[in-house]
């Protein structure tokens, strides 16, 4: 089986891909990244001597790149992750997630459709979502069902929307074999620096202050990043064609609390006094359009294929703060920029 993964560099794409090759030994991955800001060949650091694992640079706003792409190789599946992915860049610069998101994931489709054209049988594209394109929850209220009628605020999960539609309508219109999932918010290791929790911790290790936005009385449903990549694999495997699966952890925290915690773990890890990096915390000007909770009713998933998430928050989070704490060179090469050179290191000049 050969997989095409995009955005593999990425953070759910990089632990998705070392689950794909771990679990499944007769399958070989190539995946397929731009290498923007947020994508980083040092997260698949172990895999780049596997015979099984191919990285090629390319965007996916490159429709004629895409085109060239596909008519050379005709993979069994796509598991499509690549997107811009952080809400407040979304606000800052919207037009670089409609071209990435929503243009990007159309160029994808009309690419896949040309070279599977006429052969579909045994083919998958896997279309990576959020729960976000549900809009927002009142507080302690109700959950997102696959049902829910979609409602996005942000930019970024405007371009979510529309790209989920875009593959709806290619599994509509021209019988393309498609899947998407609806995800809740991930944490683990190699998540980007400007997320909440990589963030904080970063901040709280050198001293700097939390800026929390609001009251901090946002709702969060969080699930352990290796979930999510277990969750894709069993979908991708077991899942029903043309079919919508929401994925959650069960695990809704108050920004606030969930800070909270943080903090006490890295008082306990970094050994210092109890109480004390919570002083760090100092409430911000809210996001723009902010949601105010997000929550998943994964019974779905669980009730037809078995998924559950592993572990709890408590151990996840507390897993997160070890790998940060103790892969402090991975977390100073992304804060300095300096890991943008291991791809010219690696593979020659861009
Ligand atoms: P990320 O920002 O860490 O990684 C995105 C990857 O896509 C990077 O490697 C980047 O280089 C690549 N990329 C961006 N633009 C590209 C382009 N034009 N062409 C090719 N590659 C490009 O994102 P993530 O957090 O790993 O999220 C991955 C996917 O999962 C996204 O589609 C996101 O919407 C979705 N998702 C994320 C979460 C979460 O909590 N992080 C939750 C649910 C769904
Ligand atoms: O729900 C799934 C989504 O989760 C994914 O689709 C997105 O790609 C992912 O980025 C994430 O979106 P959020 O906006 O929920 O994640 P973020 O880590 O940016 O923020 C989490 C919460 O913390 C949110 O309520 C905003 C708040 N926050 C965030 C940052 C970065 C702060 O209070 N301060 C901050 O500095």
């Not at 490159?62 to 599946?77: H, I, K, V």
Request: aromatic share 12%; net charge negative; with cysteine.
């Amino acid at each position: 089986m050969h997989l095409l993964v995009t955005g593999g560099a990425g953070f759910i794409g990089s632990h998705l891909i070392r689950y794909f090759l771990g679990a499944h030994g007769d399958c070989r991955v190539t995946n397929l990244d731009s290498l923007t800001y947020a994508g980083n060949l040092a997260n698949l650091r172990d895999l780049e001597d596997s015979s099984r694992y191919c990285f090629v640079k390319g965007d996916i706003t490159d429709g004629d790149f895409l085109m060239r792409f596909f008519a050379e190789t005709r993979f069994d599946g796509v598991i499509h992750l690549a997107a811009e992915s952080h809400v407040d860049r979304s606000i800052a610069n919207p037009t670089a997630f409609a071209e990435t998101n929503v243009l990007g994931t159309v160029n994808l489709l009309n690419a896949i459709k040309a070279s599977w054209e006429g052969d579909f049988s045994g083919r998958l594209f896997y279309h990576v979502s959020t729960d976000e394109v549900y809009g927002s929850l009142p507080a302690g209220e109700g959950l997102f069902t696959e049902e829910t009628p979609y409602d996005p605020h942000s930019p970024y999960s405007a371009s979510k929307a529309s790209s989920d539609h875009f593959v709806r309508a290619y599994h509509d219109t021209y019988g393309l074999p498609v899947v998407i999932s609806n995800c809740s918010n991930n944490y683990g290791p190699f998540q980007f620096p400007e997320k909440l929790i990589p963030l904080f911790i970063n901040n709280i290790k050198s001293g700097k202050a939390l800026p929390l936005y609001g009251k901090g009385e946002n709702v969060r449903d969080w699930l352990w990043v290796e979930d999510h990549a277990r969750a894709i694999d069993t979908i991708y495997y077991h899942g029903k064609i043309g079919e919508t699966y929401n994925i959650g952890g069960h695990n809704e925290w108050s920004n606030i609390s969930l800070v909270r915690l943080l903090c006490r773990i890295m008082d306990d890890r970094l050994g210092r006094n109890a109480g004390s990096s919570e002083e760090l915390i100092s409430f911000v000007t809210d996001r723009a359009g902010h949601d105010m909770r997000y929550a998943i009713d994964a019974s779905k998933l669980k009730q037809e294929l078995g998924w559950v998430p592993s572990i709890t928050f408590e151990e996840g989070l507390a897993k997160t703060v070890d790998w940060y704490l103790s892969n402090g060179d991975w977390l100073e090469e992304v804060t300095s920029g300096a890991y943008q050179d291991y791809y010219e290191d690696h593979y020659g000049k861009r």
